[in-house]
């Protein structure tokens, strides 16, 4: 059986997230997701707007999802030793270089491949597009039968 590996924040769930991850199940037998804890969340890119345990819930329930696991604050590569996936599947806006990830896993003792995932180019494929598409139609829709 091969294990595939995906991880992110998975903050305001869309269709980008929904490729990532089909795609990664594509790559194995079973698909475990590690979501980004709060602290993490904060301390990588903003303040997340969804609290962890609902993430957690949500990209659980997701069809390609065999397992959603909470990630751990410190050593990111403590959770890799605890999943022991074959294969790490990176989204392809992740900011991580697959060939130094693949030899700090190596010099771990982990053979793990890290495959980088296409990009999906459906409009709303952001979370922060998103937010952005929402603050646009709030600013327009509150200033709409003013003159």
Not at 14 to 25: D, I, M, Q, R
Not at 46 to 72: F, Y
Not at 136 to 143: D, F, I, V
Request: aromatic letters at 4%.
């Amino acid at each position: 059986m091969k294990r595939v590996m995906a991880s992110g924040v998975f903050d305001i769930l869309h269709t980008g997230h929904v490729h990532y991850l089909s795609e990664a199940k594509k790559l194995g037998d079973e698909l475990v997701v590690v979501v980004a804890t709060d602290a993490t969340v904060r301390r990588r890119k903003h303040e997340p707007i969804t609290p962890e345990k609902m993430r957690l819930e949500l990209v659980n329930s997701l069809k390609p999802v065999d397992r959603a696991v909470l990630g751990k604050e410190g050593d990111k590569y403590r959770i890799v030793a605890e999943i022991q996936p074959d294969i790490i599947a990176l989204g392809y806006d992740q900011t991580f270089d697959e060939k130094v990830l693949e030899e700090e896993l190596a010099q771990r003792g982990m053979n793990i491949k890290v495959v980088r995932l296409s990009c999906y180019s459906e409009d709303l494929n952001g979370t922060r597009k998103i937010i952005r598409r929402i603050i646009e139609w709030h600013t327009s829709s509150c200033h709409e039968g003013e003159t």
